[in-house]
């Protein structure tokens, strides 16, 4: 999943987001907690300059924050504070291996 950069930028916790913008995101410069299934065993973490990814034990993506360039793999350019699974992967049969956040891509390594 990857796309190429653009000129748009965040906009800071202070302002309020640009129309374009279909969700508002947070920056955290600081470590928190993350509300996930208590069923999922995280195996890897990845984080880009402003979205994050995980690999659970199970071969499933999870991914969450800036979608502006379809970074986060759901199809759509929608950012989320929250994490969403990455149903492609599911419906292709696939297991995400391992996972790398660039400044505005996510590339994945699968298992068919």
């Known amino acids: 999943v990857g796309s190429s950069p653009g000129d748009t930028e965040l906009t800071p916790c202070q302002e309020q987001p640009a129309a374009e913008d279909s969700a508002f995101i947070s920056i955290q410069a600081f470590p928190a907690?993350?509300?996930?299934?208590?069923?999922l065993e995280v195996s890897k973490?990845?984080?880009?300059?402003r979205h994050t990814a995980i690999v659970t034990r199970g071969g499933e993506l999870y991914t969450w924050?800036?979608?502006?360039?379809?970074q986060l793999g759901h199809g759509d350019n929608v950012s989320s504070d929250q994490p969403r699974r990455v149903e492609y992967l599911v419906a292709e049969g696939l297991q995400a291996e391992e996972v790398?956040?660039?400044?505005w891509t996510t590339y994945v390594c699968v298992l068919e």
């Open 65 to 70: 924050g800036w979608g502006k360039y379809g």
């Open 33 to 39: 907690l993350l509300d996930l299934p208590q069923d």
């Open 45 to 49: 973490v990845s984080c880009g300059s």
């Open 100 to 103: 790398v956040c660039g400044p």
